[in-house]
């Protein structure tokens, strides 16, 4: 039962390059979301997807771009990274009831 | 004004001492609550949800103020492995569920 699977683990960037952040769940659940966690930040929502076909920006969604490719799958895009998206980066989805939210590895990336 | 503030801590603890954490909330319209657990360098996991009636999961006990929009986390017999960083979580009850976090309070404990 592999709950939510994120890749990849690490990421070098240099400024400018692109990328895209996989993420998968098995546990048929509708709402998937990318989060980010800076030093004395918290998890701040970067975009969230309610349903399969459906994605919104949440709190600091510049410099992003998501899709949400069936239910089970949920990307995250860097377009042209920047030093300031240095950072670890969780996908998660929460169950129907809304009562737990199961998150991936994360993926600690750096940009150069 | 952030709409989940904790104390950021740290917290050093000796084994077997009572440590409280204590966070704040600005939404009124926030309608469940969680504490999570943050391993060093490990995605959060859920500890313990929080109900208005207050709740214990053995040494853990959760409590929840709505009028004051305050909760706690109280840990007793703090032991090594309770070394971590403790999120607060509210979740705004909507089609998506969303959850906003607090920035966390590390909790060291030391022998």
């Known amino acids: 039962n592999a709950g939510v699977t994120q890749t990849p683990k690490f990421q070098v960037l240099k400024t400018g390059q692109s990328m895209t952040l996989q993420c998968a769940q098995d546990m048929n659940h509708n709402s998937m979301y990318w989060y980010r966690q800076d030093p004395g930040m918290g998890l701040r929502l970067i975009y969230y997807?309610?349903?399969?076909?459906?994605?919104d920006k949440g709190e600091v969604p510049n410099g992003y771009n998501v899709s949400r490719l069936n239910k089970r799958e949920f990307s995250l895009r860097l377009e042209s990274a920047a030093p300031s998206q240095t950072s670890v980066y969780f996908c998660?989805?929460?169950?129907?009831?809304?009562?737990?939210?199961?998150f991936g590895q994360g993926t600690r990336l750096t940009v150069v | 004004r952030k709409e989940v503030e904790q104390d950021p801590g740290p917290f050093n603890v000796p084994e077997g001492a009572t440590v409280a954490f204590n966070c704040t909330y600005s939404?009124?319209?926030?309608?469940?609550f969680f504490w999570y657990r943050q391993d060093c360098r490990k995605e959060p996991k859920l500890l313990m949800s929080?109900?208005?009636s207050g709740n214990e999961d053995g040494r853990f006990t959760a409590q929840l103020n709505r009028a004051s929009q305050y909760i706690s986390l109280l840990i007793r017999d703090s032991k090594l492995s309770d070394s971590a960083t403790y999120l607060c979580v509210v979740n705004i009850l909507t089609s998506y569920g969303k959850l906003t976090f607090g920035q966390g309070t590390i909790l060291t404990v030391h022998p």
């Open positions: 997807s309610a349903s399969e076909g459906t994605t």
């Open positions: 998660a989805s929460i169950d129907p009831g809304h009562t737990e939210a199961f």
């Open positions: 929080v109900y208005s």
């Open positions: 939404n009124s319209a926030s309608q469940s």
